[in-house]
């Protein structure tokens, strides 16, 4: 089931381009961006499963206040 809204968002201060929410994504929702930052490119492809949620070290990818 696709998300018709992305419930995420990658805050660029605590990120540190580790790249394991890219990794861990099973419907390959991120890229690797020019800035090595990821890039959120299929945000329809998300299942909401946290995967990149739970596997961001630095606390990186937050759930979106309206969604909470």
Known sequence: ME??????YIDPK???KCGLCIAFCPTKVYITGEDDLPKIEHPEKCISC???FYRCPDFAIRLKPEVA
């Open 14 to 16: 605590l990120c540190k």
């Open 50 to 52: 946290k995967m990149c």
């Open 3 to 8: 998300n018709k809204q992305y419930p995420f």
